[in-house]
């Protein structure tokens, strides 16, 4: 998927078990290392998961990895 498809309200799935619907894009800064940091990331909840225990759970990603991760749109 596009990154330019996502948008905030939109709920996704990864064509498997997974379904996540996008909060807000900013979110927290995400860190991979001290010395490089990502600022384009969004923060999503998860509606379905393959674990049940993230049910419900709010999490972030990065843009890219969540463009990545979603195979289609489904509302």
């Known amino acids: 998927m596009k990154k330019s498809e996502i948008v ?5 799935s990864d064509g ?3 379904v996540r619907k996008v ?10 290392y001290q010395s490089q940091k990502n600022t384009q990331n969004l923060q999503c909840l ?3 998961a393959r674990e ?3 049910v419900g ?3 972030n990603n990065t843009v890219v990895s969540f ?3 979603a195979k289609e749109r489904i509302s």
């Open 16 to 18: 498997k078990n997974g």
């Open 23 to 32: 909060l807000a894009f900013g979110g927290e800064e995400l860190k991979y």
């Open 67 to 69: 463009a990545a991760w």
């Open 57 to 59: 759970q709010k999490c």
């Open 8 to 12: 905030v309200g939109g709920v996704y």
């Open 46 to 48: 998860i509606i379905q």
């Open 52 to 54: 049940k225990k993230l």
